[in-house]
């Protein structure tokens, strides 16, 4: 069975970088994950999506500040940089079924 494994909360100050760590186990070749963010009252919305052969893709509002990559140790961190307080969400990582 795929597994994913992610921190329940994270502080950090506006203006400054967090990485949010997302590890997973699997058993598909497929090494590919996606992260979602959900405000307030809003429905999950597609952060990025981000695989082990460089690829993926980000959201539009996500472009500038948002960046992951698949890394070797089974771990896929996102990292925001500058932020900002409508940054203050819940992050999901999650695996394709």
């Known amino acids: 069975?795929?597994?994913?494994?992610?921190?329940?909360?994270?502080?950090?100050?506006?203006?400054?970088?967090?990485t949010l760590d997302c590890k997973y186990t699997t058993t598909s070749q497929s090494q590919e994950l996606f992260w979602y963010i959900q405000r307030t009252d809003e429905s999950p919305k597609l952060v990025l999506q981000s695989n082990s052969y460089g690829g993926g893709i980000n959201?539009?509002?996500?472009?500038?500040?948002?960046?992951?990559?698949?890394?070797?140790?089974?771990?896929?961190p996102l990292i925001i940089q500058r932020l900002r307080v409508s940054d203050s969400a819940l992050y999901y990582c999650s695996r394709p079924q």
């Open 1 to 18: 069975d795929d597994t994913v494994d992610q921190p329940l909360h994270v502080t950090e100050f506006e203006g400054e970088s967090v």
């Open 59 to 76: 959201g539009t509002e996500f472009q500038e500040r948002f960046y992951s990559e698949v890394k070797p140790s089974k771990s896929v």
